[in-house]
């Protein structure tokens, strides 16, 4: 597993949210919530693939601003329609020396 900087831990406040793409190609996102725990999931919606990294951020959830489709982001699952069948990728996120870092294969 190697890990790449997302950004300096100054660029994440609390209610915040960053875009990249990994070396390997993956489309994720970073967010740092309410209470500064970062968290980094897969941005695209297992529904119809809209960008979640600019959905609306609610507590631990990231709201998908194509068809409202809610993901738990300690979890995963699907929150409310979907719960059953759809689950959100998560990534190992790691904050150290002052900079961002996600895991990645």
Excluded: Q
């Excluded at 406040?13 to 970062?38: F, T, Y």
């Amino acid at each position: 597993m190697a890990w790449t900087t997302i950004c300096r831990s100054e660029e994440m406040p609390a209610g915040s949210i960053k875009r990249k793409r990994l070396p390997n190609g993956d489309p994720i996102a970073v967010a740092r919530l309410k209470d500064e725990r970062l968290v980094a999931f897969h941005n695209e919606c297992p529904h119809f693939k809209g960008p979640l990294g600019v959905g609306s951020l609610r507590d631990a959830t990231i709201i998908c601003p194509w068809h409202f489709f809610r993901f738990d982001l300690i979890t995963g699952k699907a929150v409310g329609v979907g719960e059953s069948i759809m689950k959100l990728k998560l990534y190992d996120v790691r904050e150290e020396n002052g900079e961002v870092a996600v895991a990645f294969n």
